[in-house]
């Protein structure tokens, strides 16, 4: 695949952005940088003024022209350290242009006197000024145009100097000028040269970042939406707990932990009674609103670890650790005594609103949840058929030791009846009987 063609920064003549914005936050970047090198361009420059000052002595001894030239060294030092020590306290002050350039005319000039001041081959002071201009474009991070100046100032200054106190000879003069001039443009092409791949790249750097941004946004985007569809996908839309599927993942694991620590497991059939009726009578709004309604009773009334889940239609299904059927059936009759006690106004007083529950645990041997839940959905429409609003506790599997007579009698179903004017604390007490009591009514 084929890069689409990229625009580069717009940058004018001077190597900068054409955006004051983007070359402020530049300058401002590159602070610290420019401190440290201007810090070091000055202590070099001082190290080397006084390195000449020595050499100064040697040629010229200790008369008036020495002591001028030292004079001189020693302010361009004095004023390169003091500046130095203000950009270390200050590191903006590597951007001022003022302070800056009173220092490179400063030191310009003082290379300038040692024209007049100290005779030397010609060669030294065209090399020194050659040096000198390539330090004010390498080393003295200016503006392109502070920096042209200063050359220009070096260079008339140089002509000025050799013309009054050291003449050369046309053709020397004609090539010295030929050789600062290509300094000069050297330097300058290098410069901006440097100056256009600093901002290239920090522009890069910047539209890296900008796209570092959209690509976290866009994915905490994507996780927050794969966190809304597998919540979607785990719960009922409706009443906002899980959902048929995900209720069977979660019981799956609740039974394998039953098998593996040997601990009980029950599991309730939920049923709203008579709410086909009610729909028809009432319409669908009140439907959900009922469902959403009973699912909120189930929950305030389970433990945190309880699993409960909407089996589908009016009909609940919860799964309870821990729980023997005495516990199971305690659940369950807190459950309906609540459905029973609630009051909704679209209903009025004529369609109350209870629930029938099917109880069941997990038996020994078994390994899978449908012969659990099987026997609490027999239990559950058991107590449809006996009136509903009730709780009903399944009876354990009978062993298959002949036919009905010679069954043991905890082999028959425990029935809780439903009580139309009180709650039914006798439920939980018929739940709590021991597997092989048999159950009232039953001989």
Known sequence: ????????PELNWQAEFRDSAMEALFQRTLTSYHACQLRVALFVIAGLFLAFALADYTVLGAGQPFLT????????????????????RRPAVAHWPLPINLACLLGISGLLMTIPLRPAGDGIHIASVVAASMALYLFIP?????MLAANAYLLLGFLVAVRLWAPLQPGLLLTSLLLLGFVNLLGWMTI???????????????????ANRRLKEEIREREELEARLRHMACTDGLTGIANRRHFFELAEQELRRARRDGTPLALCMVDVDLFKRLNDRHGHAVGDLVLSTVAGCCQAVLRDSDVLGRYGGEEFVIALPLADLGTAAAIAERLREKVSALRLPMLGDTTPLTVTVGISRLEEGESRLDPTLLRA???????KARGRNCVVVASRPAPEIGDSEERPRWAYGKLTRADTNATTPAAAALAALPADEPAPGHS
């Open 69 to 88: 030239l030292l004079a001189m060294r020693l302010l361009v030092v004095l004023t390169c350290l003091l500046l130095g020590l203000a950009i270390w």
């Open 1 to 8: 695949m084929r890069a689409e063609p990229r625009d580069g």
């Open 377 to 383: 959905d027999r239990a559950l429409y058991e107590g």
């Open 142 to 146: 200016n503006r392109i145009q502070w």
């Open 192 to 210: 901006s040269r440097i100056k256009r791949l600093k901002r290239e790249q920090f522009a890069l750097l910047l539209e890296e970042r900008s």
